[in-house]
């Protein structure tokens, strides 16, 4: 009996830490194939329930960075016009258009595309979400420079889309 | 008296210019007057389409809440001529069990009494892919109002016997009936990345079995979505029923795959139920496509009252989610295309439905004869943002004729190089459309003629690169090759242009390309239209004729 148990046991462990190893296997896998591996490898573990989803999971996990930071980068916009540089007026309206529009369409289609079974929404949200950051990146251009810390969150924001638009290609 | 009469003649006339003013809202310069657009928000699909009691439906994917992909239903509009429309309240929402989170495409299909169904996809609960049924509530309402929604629903669904993927199961087809008075009907499917259409079977519409191997599929293709499975004549371009077996047919297989609509030619095997494929190939490098611009999600349906299978198409836009989420609407559908076999046989070939030609107005005949190299002509005299041009080329001279190196097989790529229509052999020739007077807004539609070693090879273009001087969204290149011999055929053109889309047809409907332009000048009267021939060598202009084209009623 005592055997049989321990036996039981072993097996139980094996499997246990072959699944580990196969969802790790998932996600290393996955992020081989996506332009940035190292952020992908530090998003999708960051995230808590990363080592037990599948495909559409992963690009769930990777589209709510992408919300998290064009948040950030929100963020960043609105303190940016409170401090008032009149030069920088436009184009930072400009980007609060941009980015609204990934937040209130990019980032929601994509989530509905993903949970529902329609993958290229969900491409077309991440591919569109990269485009919006590279648009205001570019509405500085022939004003001024682009205030530094917004740079940085547009990068951000079109180096997790990209990955996240690699993701979800697996789902074509 | 006098001052009465003033009156109800100015009434008069203002009534009937009312079809021919440009009915601009100068905050939607994009908006079309004649392309189907439901008034604000978002569109995707057509669904549904067909003819009733001598009235046209369409139903189409629709986003209530806002301009996004979303919370979607069926819209619902009917036309007497598939030009103006009538719109009608929600047809299909999400209220079972078996749609509450999605009301997705599908088809439908005229029972042999002629009481017409419908098959959709529903997301369920679970956010699983099943497929509904909906028959009218009252058959004696001409316009089909109201739905009723099968008790029987789902009546096909993924299970863990069918091991049908529940992410990957949808966009049912329009029903055909078998040998054995059986219906037949397709879902789009794939298993791991090969594609598939799902075959099932019923005596009753209602108990639907799964037969035991797919209608066809196709490896490393991905998900095929919205299949279409239709005979067409091999003697004629008259289109033919659903159900038609018989001699001189052959048969269709469509899905939209990798952003194009791919189709294949083949031999239907009604016995074994079986599709054969012999033209085509619905993979990742498909060459038989409906159009090689933007054109996705389409759907045929038998004309039954004209003979005609016609075949609507969805034109999403090119612009960035924030335009569209500030113009408050996304979406287009393409204008209804009467499509055939080609005498080939070795394609189909498509033309917008001759009712459209009632929009024309004010012709223009130009005295062109010919088009020197180097040249740019003016058409003037049309409101060149909305308009219908048709122009036919003769190639007269073949010495300056480029050799096409034989490794370049994209016709995409070859319109590419070389930066657009710059300077070439035989051609560039064609037209710029939605041009700015200064033609540094414009988009080009031309043809290109190279030596192939065997033959001459005629190449289409459609370069949207410089269709916008301010505004920043995809401006890609499409190319197609048209079957074409220029040294026995005249090279015809034919755009139909709508303020932000364009859809031309080359070789009268043998190569077809669709695009999406957001001009900053060429906008109303900003817009021009031009003839252009920048190749070396002269080309003969045998007709150009522009139309201005008056708006339709969709709204």
């Not at chain 1, 969802?23 to 808590?48: G, K, W």
């Not at chain 2, 003033?6 to 007057?33: D, F, G, K």
């Not at chain 2, 952003?259 to 074994?272: Q, R």
């Not at chain 2, 204008?335 to 223009?364: A, H, Y």
């Amino acid at each position: 009996m005592k055997n049989q148990q321990i036996i039981c046991l072993i097996l139980l462990t094996l499997i246990i830490i072959h699944q580990t190893y196969a969802d790790e296997n998932l996600i290393q896998t996955t992020c081989n194939n996506t332009p940035n591996y190292q952020l992908c490898i530090n998003t999708l573990r960051a995230s808590p329930g990363s080592a037990t989803v599948d495909m559409a999971g992963l690009g769930l996990i990777m589209v709510a960075a992408v919300k998290a930071m064009s948040e950030q980068a929100l963020s960043a916009v609105n303190s940016l016009r409170k401090s008032g540089q009149p030069k920088l007026s436009q184009p930072l309206q400009r980007c609060t258009d941009f980015y609204n529009g990934v937040l209130k369409a990019d980032v929601p289609m994509a989530e509905e595309a993903l949970r529902k079974g329609d993958p290229k929404f969900g491409e077309d949200g991440m591919v569109d979400a990269a485009f919006e950051a590279e648009l205001c990146e570019g509405a500085f251009k022939g004003v001024v420079a682009p205030p530094p810390s917004l740079s940085g969150f547009n990068k951000d924001v079109r180096d997790l889309a990209g990955v996240a638009r690699a993701i979800i290609r697996n789902l074509l | 008296m006098a001052y009465f009469l003033n009156w109800l003649i100015i009434c008069v006339i203002s009534v009937l210019e009312m079809q021919t003013t440009l009915q601009v809202n100068p905050n939607q310069p994009y908006r079309t007057a004649y392309h189907f657009q439901p008034p604000k928000n978002w569109m995707n699909d057509p669904n549904g389409p067909m003819i009733y009691n001598g009235i046209y439906h369409l139903f189409y994917q629709y986003n209530p809440e806002g301009a996004g992909w979303g919370n979607i239903v069926w819209a619902h509009s009917t036309s007497k001529d598939l030009v103006n429309w009538e719109p009608h309240p929600i047809a299909i929402h999400r209220t079972n069990e078996s749609d509450i989170n999605g009301c997705w495409s599908g088809s439908a299909t005229i029972l042999p009494q002629g009481k017409p169904v419908i098959l959709y996809t529903g997301i369920n609960s679970q956010n699983q892919q099943v497929q509904n049924l909906a028959i009218p509530k009252n058959l004696s309402d001409p316009h089909l109002i109201e739905w009723i929604k099968s008790p029987y629903n789902p009546l096909m669904a993924p299970t863990d016997e069918n091991k049908i993927d529940a992410s990957s199961f949808r966009d049912p087809t329009t029903a055909w009936l078998g040998h054995d008075g059986r219906w037949r009907v397709i879902i789009g499917n794939k298993m791991g990345h090969d594609g598939r259409a799902v075959l099932y079977t019923s005596r009753d519409f209602i108990h639907w079995s799964q037969a035991e191997h797919p209608l066809f599929s196709n490896k490393d293709s991905g998900m095929w979505e919205c299949p279409d499975f239709f005979p067409v004549s091999t003697r004629s371009a008259d289109g033919v029923d659903t159900s038609g077996v018989g001699e001189g047919l052959k048969h269709v297989l469509k899905a939209s795959l990798n952003d194009a609509d791919s189709y294949v030619i083949g031999t239907y095997n009604i016995e074994k139920d079986v599709f054969v494929p012999e033209k085509g190939s619905l993979g990742l490098d498909s060459e038989l496509k409906y159009d090689h611009g933007k054109f996705y999600a389409s759907k045929t349906f038998f004309d039954s009252s004209t003979k005609r299978r016609i075949l609507w198409g969805w034109i999403n836009e090119s612009t960035d989610a924030a335009t569209y989420q500030l113009k408050g609407w996304s979406g287009l559908q393409a204008i209804p295309r009467k499509i055939w076999l080609d005498k080939t046989g070795n394609q189909l070939v498509q033309w917008p439905v001759e009712e459209i030609e009632k929009l024309r107005t004010s012709k223009v005949i130009s005295r062109l004869t010919e088009l020197k190299g180097g040249s740019v002509h003016e058409i003037s005299n049309v409101t060149a943002s909305q308009a219908d041009v048709e122009i036919s080329f003769e190639i007269s001279t073949f010495e300056n004729v480029e050799e096409l190196d034989p490794s370049w097989t994209s016709p995409q790529a070859i319109c590419g190089q070389k930066g657009g229509p710059t300077k070439g052999g035989l051609g560039p020739f064609g037209l710029l459309v939605l041009a700015s007077k200064d033609i540094q807004e414009y988009t080009a539609v031309y043809f290109r003629v190279y030596n192939n070693e065997t033959k001459y090879v005629v190449l289409m273009c459609s370069d949207q690169t410089r269709s916008s001087l301010h505004l920043d969204y995809d401006k890609p290149i499409y190319g197609a090759f048209v079957d074409l011999d220029p040294m026995k055929e005249k090279l015809s053109l034919r755009t139909l242009i709508d303020r932000s889309i364009l859809e031309s047809f080359g070789g009268e409907g043998k190569a077809c390309i669709t695009a999406r332009v957001y001009p900053s000048v060429a906008i109303d009267k900003g817009a021009h239209m031009y003839v252009f021939n920048n190749g070396s060598s002269n080309i003969k202009v045998s007709e150009l004729v522009a139309w201005s084209m008056k708006t339709a009623q969709i709204n």
